[in-house]
């Protein structure tokens, strides 16, 4: 019992990054109405960041934060001026095939520009409190894992706030629901997209930190983070932060159960199942209004 | 006899005539290169060359045809790969081996398919790239070895009859393509590709054709990763799952031009020739630079090389007196 409650616990220390990780990807889906498969190499790039952070200036994980975020941001802008700007004003189905193409060939692109900068050995960042853990009630919670699970709630929070209370946040959720409504209020299309996907872009980035502190890096791991984040999205569905939150948590949960029940090389195959379940009995996805 | 058979090649399609004329000629030529060289080199080469248009045109079938974006068609590829080498080493006959890894690529291809395909946008882009990956884990999980030939099988290795049912698979793969694009079928994928709402207005039922497609593609990718696992000595049982498959596949098909017989030929031609050439000159950064290129193919050229060649030609053609 005690093993079980402990992987339950594992879940959801791990599933929030799955849930911040998902958040990226699903504000810039929800609004440009296109699908970044990149998302998982701007993930790797906030990772390497961070360890270069803390191998070259020494720099603690949980603090490069502040460096990895606006970092990433300006990398969604660039990204966002230079190549998702010409397709983001399609029709909708061009739009998203074009820009899954164009995710696509970003994916291997970055992937090789990574190799070239930090070669395809695993990199790790191991702060000197990498080893510590918390125990409570027989259980216990590595220091890390916690951390990232509240940096992780804290920017989803950030994220929602922002989007409900703020005008710009409320002018990205006006064109999420209706782009052409919202530019004939006026809101300025362009502007509201690289916003949005700028915001999806540093949330990857902070995701990236995240994991370099959980897991190794290396260059080809932004596909599986991509894919975590995917099946995060379809479960919860688009337009509320919180119930992606949640989405990652069930997903983290799900796949710590099940290396108890099927056995850990088989884990992967849950996140295609809960894929598969969601589009037969709610495709709009289990949170979405 | 002969005659009426002229005749009834007249009716048809006067494009798809001449380009089944230049497909049979250059199969014939092919099919008797081996006579005139033993370079194995060369005939490696067409091996690759051969497989991976089969891979460009399967997907090319269900992309490019029925617009339904693929992004995990190593899923297909590495299932036919792995189910046709393992039952291949357990003594199966080599033809039932890489049967069944076809059929099984299909029946994955139906798992994913049919719930995606009820669903529009971005679902089945999703489904498949999270099979591809899923299975490309799993089996580097399960399976981390590499799995090299047997000793006997390295005795009985030759690369002519290997060449030969390479050749084969293109040539299916290309006539399977042009009979769905060049009949009553083709229309339907256009409408679904072109509007689905439309389409379904008009009585074109999109699931069945999307499946249809999906059958054909999944089933030649399939047939594609078998011939890959017979003709290869050795590679990690993960390896024909890995994203570059489906990466191959794309930008063969983009560069060479999407929804067209010749185009993925073309494109497979043009990739594995200038790959052989810039793998060897820049192994760091072939892929950069092949990324780049696939973008902007899609962004600025979205016929591919058939439109690039389409437009020159019209520039010598004389114009028609005003």
Known sequence: MNTFLQQIVFGCLVGGLYGLAAAGLSLVFG??????????????????????????????????????WPLLFAVGAALYGGLFRFVATAGEETRIKNSVLIGFGLTLALQNVAILLWTADERGVTPDYSGAVLRLGGLAFPLTRLGTLVVAGLLILGLHRFLTRTYAGKAIRATAADWEAGALVGIDLNRTYRLAFALGSAAAGVAGTLVSVGYDISPNIGLGW???????????????????????????VAESASTIVIGGPYREVVGLILFLAVLLWRPQGLFAR | MCVRALDAMRDLNPVAVRWGGAGVAALAGLALLPAFTARTDILNVLVVLLISVAL??????????????????????????????????????????????????????????????RLRGAYFAIG???????????????????????????????????????????????????????????????????????????????????????????????????????????????????????????????I???????????????????????????????????????????????????????????????????
Request: hydrophobic share 60%; proline share 5%; no cysteine.
């Open chain 2, 56 to 117: 460009a045109q399967s997907w090319n079938i269900l992309g490019g045809l029925a617009g339904q974006v693929n992004l995990g068609h190593a899923a297909f590829f590495g299932a036919g790969a792995l189910v046709a080498r393992l039952l291949w080493f357990r003594g199966v006959p080599v033809p039932l081996a890489v049967g069944a890894g076809a059929a099984t690529a299909m029946a994955l291809g139906l798992i994913i398919g049919v719930p995606a395909f």
């Open chain 1, 226 to 252: 991509t894919l975590k984040a995917l099946i995060v999205v379809v479960l919860a569905g688009l337009g509320s932060m919180p119930g992606t939150f949640a989405g990652g948590l069930i997903l983290g």
């Open chain 2, 256 to 322: 060479g031009g999407v929804g067209t017989v010749a185009g993925p030929v073309l494109g497979a031609a043009f990739y594995v020739l200038l790959k052989e050439v810039l793998v060897v000159r820049l192994v760091e950064t072939h892929l950069l630079i092949f990324g780049a290129l696939f973008i902007l193919v899609v962004l600025t050229l979205p016929g591919g090389l058939l439109e690039a060649l389409h437009r020159v030609a019209r520039l010598w053609r004389p114009r028609p007196a005003a």
């Open chain 1, 31 to 68: 609004v440009l109405k296109i699908l970044n498969v990149a998302h998982g190499e701007l993930i790797m790039l906030g990772g390497y960041a961070t360890f270069w952070l803390f191998t070259l200036a020494g720099l603690d994980p949980f603090l490069s934060l502040l460096i990895t």
């Open chain 2, 128 to 254: 498949t790239l999270g099979l591809a990956e899923i299975l490309r884990i799993t089996v580097g999980n399960v399976l981390p070895v590499i799995s090299a030939l047997p000793a006997p099988y390295v005795q009985s290795y030759s690369l002519v009859p290997r060449y030969y049912v390479a050749l084969g698979l293109a040539a299916v793969s290309v006539a399977v393509a042009a009979a769905l694009a060049y009949s009553g079928v083709s229309y339907g994928f256009g409408a679904i590709r072109e509007d689905e709402d439309a389409a379904a207005a008009a009585g074109v039922g999109p699931l069945a054709h999307k499946i249809l497609a999906m059958v054909a593609s999944t089933g030649l990718a399939g047939l594609a990763g078998g011939i890959f696992a017979y003709y290869h000595a050795s590679y990690y049982y993960a390896h024909p799952f890995s994203p570059i498959w489906t990466f191959d596949a794309l930008i063969m098909t983009f």
